[in-house]
Each structure stands twice: as structure tokens, then as C-alpha cells.
């Protein structure tokens, strides 16, 4: 059994927000499948509505309140319902969404975008229908998609037609393809440096896949023996894999495995017997991985540690009679570190809109606690996607989140870009082209040869 130790974090509690911190009156989309359903950067989050055209309900997490169908702004442009999303780890108003129409849009969420105003009423505002670029290649409807942890604008998604590919979406085409899934993908994640990424499949194999070629590095096969999906989780430079899925009796089991001993796992140990799918969220900061529960409402927090027995349990976590339908994590940048908040979560519900839950280590100092604060990954990338292509390896640029030490953090790795949209660019260029005309008109004029 999971043994209790000292922690820093042994106290962490959530309790449950108050009506006027949650967000609601979004019709949510009906599609189902393996993604999370909800996607959070350190301003937005963003979910799948019901609707013609794959409507994309985007919301500011610091503006909870009533979403009004027809009346708020919405992102929409695609042909099919939106399966899933994500939020660039650089840029809190990039977002990629996933679609059924086989295309990902990539979209840049305005500075003045507000759905709702400061008193929490819906605000009427235009819909985002010009999307930045589309990513085209895959067959079939793209059902998951995960940015890069470290290099700028690269992007890695799998479809139904048994792909996985990896993007570099300032260039629009694929860098790497593997076309050997045996069936539907259950999950994709990254490793802390983006190095490899890791996918688990229908067909009960888990790959180590090099990223820059698309090919297998290493596989688990049937680490799990039960018909659920299987979620994973990289746990940090540790050179170990969380993984989370059923035994042959239905329980819900998690196991650790050492990537460069794929025969046994290191530690397995049965959760409950509930049916849905657990989600493991892990902080790679604080090395607590939250589990979460689809179709209940219990979170468990552990926290891991590279030795025998691993992991360790951390006070009650959250409970909850309503049951989750999907759960993102929002960054650390994002989070009230003076109010000692550790981590937050948003938990999508069938009926009751969006409830974010704040975990929270209770201390009596008013001071900044660095102790349970860590240097967390900064919005600035460790490298351009061809260095990275190119096989630079580097863990993500760092920053403090002291707010008296703001201004400190330097701003290192690769140069961030901003995109445009084709119809910024060309009103761009019908003002310079007549810009052009009017100056060779008086040279013109003036007898000046050209």
C-alpha cells in the first residue's frame, strides 16, 4: 500500500468552489472518445460546443461567469465537430483544435477577447472565424493533439486512419509520420525534453517513439490487461512511465515502468473499481501526479519519488458527487502563488459548466514560499523546430515565479514569432502596394527616372 511520509505537500487540500468561481452555460459538444474534452493556458481555456461548424467556446480564467449561446464570441471555422485542443506552452493565446473534418486549425485568440464582463454577465462580441493556418494530411478525423514541451510551433496529432504525425506549423507540412498504429490511438504525450513521445493504442501496445523520425524506439505490450484506455504519463527526468488502465477483472490499476526495463513493471497497484477511465495530470515541478476519474468525481493526489515504493499519498485530495467529464491542468504561470495555490485544475461537467479546482499547501506566512515553489517552465522555447529537427535536446527554459522578481527572468532560448492571419497580411500588403503606387506617382511628377 501507498505509505505516508514527510512532504512538503502532505497537507495539499481543494475545496469546492463557490457557484460565482464557476463557469457556465456552455452547451458542451456530444462527440466522445479518449481526449480530455477541455484544454488551459495561462489565460484561456477553451471546449468543444454543440453546434453547427465545430463551435470552440473560449473562456478567460480570470472572468468566471454565464456564457450566453449566441450573444458571447465564439472560434469557429471548421466543417466538423472539434474533438480536441490545445493551448501553445509559448503563447497563452495560440490555440490548436482537432476536428472530425481531418484538418487542425491553429488560431490566435485576440488581446480584447472577452465572452463574459467583470461582473460575470455574457458580453456580446464578434465569432474568430479566420484561423492563422490548417494543418492538412491526415485521412481521416484527427482525434488528439499535444504541442512540444520545448521547441516553438512544433505539434504532434493522431487520426483515425492509424497515424501519428508531428508538425512543424510555422512551415504548414508534417516533419515526421508513423503510419504503423494497429488501431485507434488512446493517448499521446511527450517527454520533459520532446526527445520522444509515447503513445498508447487500441490494440494494447504502448510505443517509445523517436519524434524526429517516426520511428519505435521501444514497446510495452498489454501493460495493462483490461479493456479500458490506457493514459500515460512521462514522470519527469526520471527516466520513468506512468501508466493507468484495468486488469483482467475491471479494477483500475496504475503501474510504473523504467524505460530502459520495459520486461516488469516497478510498481503496480489497484485504485478502485470504478468504471471510467482514469487520468493521471502530473506536475513536473512538484513530482505530485493528480489522478482523475472520467464518469466520477474523486481526484487523488500522490506524489512520486525515484525510489522504492515510488509513490505516495497525499492527504484526501478532492470528492465530489458530480461526476467529471473531462479535466485539464492550467500552467503554473497561471496560478495565485501568494495564496499558495500548487495547482489547478478544471474539471468539465455534463450540466454544470466548467469548476475550476484550486489545490492548495496551507501555510500561515503571508511571504512568497519557494520552498513549495519551484522554477517552472517559462513562455520562452529552448529552441526553434528545426534546431530541434537538427537534434538539439534541452529541458524547457525556467522561470521564478517570485511576483517581487517578475522582471528578472531573462529572456533566453529561441526568438518567439508572431503569426498572421492571411487576411491581416493581405490588407497588409493592398496598403503597401498602394503606398508604392502613390510614390511612384510623384517621382513620376517629378521627372525622377526609376
Not at 490506457?230 to 515502468?257: C, F, T
Not at 493526489?301 to 467529464?325: M, Q, V, W
Not at 522561470?399 to 526568438?415: E, F, T
Request: charged content about 25%; overall charge neutral; glycine content about 8%.
Amino acid at each position: 500500500m501507498f505509505k505516508l511520509r514527510t512532504s512538503k505537500y502532505r497537507h495539499v487540500f481543494c475545496d469546492a468552489p463557490k457557484p460565482e468561481h464557476t463557469f457556465t452555460g456552455y452547451r458542451l459538444s456530444t462527440v466522445t472518445g479518449d481526449q480530455a474534452y477541455i484544454a488551459a493556458s495561462a489565460k484561456y481555456f477553451a471546449l468543444s460546443l454543440s453546434g453547427g461548424g465545430g463551435p470552440i467556446g473560449v473562456g478567460r480564467l480570470d472572468r468566471p461567469g454565464r456564457f450566453e449561446s449566441g450573444k458571447c464570441p465564439i472560434v469557429q471555422g471548421h466543417k466538423g465537430a472539434v474533438l480536441d485542443l490545445g493551448f501553445s506552452p509559448f503563447d497563452d493565446s495560440m490555440l490548436a483544435s482537432a476536428s472530425e473534418d481531418t484538418t487542425i486549425k491553429l488560431w490566435s485568440i485576440p488581446e480584447n477577447w472577452e465572452p463574459t464582463d467583470e461582473g460575470g454577465n455574457a458580453k456580446a462580441g464578434e465569432r474568430l472565424s479566420e484561423s492563422l493556418t490548417d494543418l492538412v494530411g491526415h485521412r481521416k478525423k484527427v482525434t488528439l493533439l499535444k504541442f512540444h514541451p520545448t521547441a516553438s510551433n512544433v505539434l504532434a496529432s493522431t487520426s483515425s486512419d492509424h497515424t501519428v504525425k508531428v508538425w512543424d506549423i510555422e512551415k504548414g507540412e508534417a516533419i515526421s509520420t508513423f503510419d504503423e498504429m494497429g488501431d485507434l490511438t488512446q493517448d499521446i504525450v511527450w517527454d520533459v525534453r520532446g526527445d520522444n513521445y509515447a503513445t498508447s493504442c487500441k490494440d494494447k501496445i504502448v510505443r517509445i517513439m523517436d519524434a524526429r523520425t517516426g520511428t519505435i524506439g521501444s514497446s510495452l505490450d498489454k501493460p495493462h490487461e483490461g479493456l479500458k484506455s490506457v493514459k500515460l504519463a512521462y514522470l519527469g527526468e526520471s527516466g520513468k512511465l506512468l501508466s493507468v488502465g484495468a486488469s483482467r477483472q475491471s479494477a483500475r490499476e496504475l503501474k510504473i515502468w523504467d524505460l530502459k526495463m520495459l520486461d516488469k513493471p516497478l510498481l503496480t497497484e489497484k485504485i478502485d473499481t470504478a468504471s471510467g477511465v482514469l487520468m493521471p495530470l502530473y506536475d513536473n515541478d512538484t513530482n505530485v501526479v493528480y489522478l482523475c476519474g472520467k464518469g466520477d468525481g474523486i481526484i487523488r493526489p500522490f506524489e512520486f519519488e525515484d525510489k522504492d515504493p515510488y509513490l505516495h499519498r497525499l492527504n484526501d485530495g478532492f470528492r465530489s458527487t458530480t461526476p467529471t467529464k473531462g479535466i485539464c491542468m492550467v500552467p503554473k504561470r497561471g496560478l495565485d502563488v501568494m495564496g499558495c495555490e500548487t495547482a489547478r485544475l478544471l474539471k468539465v461537467t455534463n450540466n454544470q459548466g466548467v469548476h475550476p479546482l484550486s489545490f492548495v499547501v496551507p501555510r500561515k506566512s503571508d511571504a512568497f514560499q519557494d520552498d513549495i515553489f519551484p522554477d517552472c517552465p517559462s513562455t520562452n522555447p529552448a529552441h526553434t523546430a528545426d534546431e530541434w529537427l537538427a537534434g538539439s535536446s534541452k529541458p524547457p527554459e525556467t522561470m521564478c515565479l517570485n511576483p517581487a522578481l517578475a522582471g528578472s527572468n531573462k529572456a533566453g532560448g529561441a526568438p518567439k514569432k508572431k503569426f498572421k492571419t492571411v487576411a491581416q497580411l493581405t490588407k497588409e500588403v493592398d496598403e503597401a502596394n498602394k503606398r508604392i503606387e502613390y510614390l511612384e506617382q510623384k517621382l513620376k511628377e517629378n521627372s525622377i527616372a526609376f
